[in-house]
């Protein structure tokens, strides 16, 4: 298979040459005006699911996983970190049993699993910052589950978002450092001292910052800016154009700086389904026309997003004036790094395109986000950006594309 493209990071023009599972070869060619781009596979750290399955689910199964996956892939994620949302113990046991079965029964998934995320049930307790997670169960920390979970696992709890706000936060957060596991702060109504000793303690991420918060917060003593201005914590951020407002974005891109920033889907279960309600776990959820997803009670209240990581990367070059050569790593080698994987899927931290390597790489033409006729105060008129596949390739053979 041969496919003509320009490289995402430098513009130039290749021939790739792609023979079994590897790439052969990649030669530069004369320049071609009408060529899509070639970029790496993305890497998003939260989805908790998609086509009307939801990871955290007491009764979801491995094909319903496995098709999952494929959605995910045919949206041009090559790696990503499945998503439990707070749920009981039970359900955490069945998930995290459930994927393990997943990677045994289809192998080819093993490599795109990237760990799991638990996203609780160690949040506050609090409308606002609990969002849309059910209350009963969201508890203190419980090292024996986590431990239980890292070893029924085999080690692939590699993130645990939690609210620093319990007896006994740094503590814990050393207890998931040892067992390998990165620490997140998120879903909290922590104060400052608390995200501070947080952070001390081994915490590195914020996830998915400015969200799962109160409406209103206080300008002194509050959890957002903590996160915002701590330089040790990375910021994830949902740049679907729904969870934060263009100018919020921009905040959050030139506080933390591209250097500190990962991008997240936070896709959730009912991702992929038209539009209308949904039960989902112990939530009936509403997808509405726009794509946006909320409670069905309250459609002001987001419950996880629908469009892919590709809508947040043209969401975020709009915002904040990025090329794509300045974007991508936000979606690719930042969350690689925040994890120690290697920097592209292929294994190679230095090319995705690198020869005798597993040919792993989208082809597409980008369509721009535009900001309305108010620029980046214009949050009513943002039209969102898409990519245009033309081409995903894993392991040198193409994949349906969603």
């Known amino acids: 298979m041969e496919y003509f493209a320009k490289r995402y990071d430098t513009g130039q023009p290749v021939r790739i040459t792609v023979r079994g599972t590897k790439v052969q070869s990649v030669t530069p060619i004369p320049s071609g005006e009408d060529l899509p781009t070639a ?9 908790n699911g998609g086509l009307g399955y939801d990871f955290s689910s007491e009764t979801i199964t491995v094909d319903q996983a496995a098709e999952v996956f494929r959605q995910v892939i045919g949206c041009g994620v090559f790696r990503f970190c499945p998503t439990f949302i707070t749920n009981s113990a039970e359900a955490y046991r069945h998930g995290v049993l459930t994927l393990m079965e997943l990677v045994e029964t289809y192998p080819e998934f093993r490599p795109v699993m990237a760990g799991i995320h638990l996203e609780g049930p160690f949040i506050a307790n609090e409308t606002g910052p609990r969002g849309s997670h059910p209350p009963k169960y969201c508890v203190p920390y419980n090292a024996e589950l986590i431990e239980e979970l890292q070893r029924i696992s085999c080690g692939q ?11 006994g936060a740094a503590e814990f957060i050393g207890r998931l450092n040892a067992l390998g596991i990165l620490v997140a702060t998120g879903h909290t109504n922590a104060s400052p001292n608390q995200i501070s000793e947080a952070a001390a303690a081994g915490a590195r991420l914020a996830t998915h910052l400015g969200n799962a918060t109160h409406h209103l917060i206080p300008k002194w003593g509050d959890y957002f800016f903590s996160q915002l201005t701590d330089d040790r914590l990375t910021a ?25 920033l990962v991008l997240i889907s936070d896709q959730a279960d009912v991702a992929g389904l038209p539009p209308g309600k949904y039960k989902s776990g112990p939530c009936a959820l509403e997808v509405l026309e726009s794509g946006k997803i909320a409670l069905a009670a309250d459609t002001h209240l987001l419950a996880g997003a629908s469009y892919p990581l590709t809508r947040g ?21 930042h969350p ?5 994987e290697p920097a592209f899927s292929n294994g190679d931290d230095a090319d995705f395109l690198a020869v005798g390597k597993p040919a792993d790489f989208i082809v ?15 949050s009513e008129n943002l039209t969102v950006g898409r990519f245009h596949f033309e081409a995903i390739v894993r392991r040198g053979a193409e994949e349906k594309i969603f």
């Open 39 to 47: 970029a790496p596979g993305l890497f998003d750290i939260q989805i």
């Open 157 to 167: 709890i590699r993130i645990v978002t939690l609210s620093p706000t319990y007896d």
């Open 236 to 260: 994830s951020m949902i740049a679907d154009g729904f969870h934060l407002s263009p100018m919020m974005m921009r905040t959050i891109i030139r506080t933390k700086g591209l250097d500190r």
């Open 313 to 333: 990367l043209c969401n975020v070059m709009a915002v904040a004036g990025l090329s794509l050569a300045e974007a991508y790593p936000l979606a690719t080698t």
């Open 336 to 340: 690689a790094a925040l994890l120690g």
């Open 364 to 378: 597409f033409r980008h369509e721009p986000s535009r900001l309305g006729p108010m620029g980046i105060s214009d």
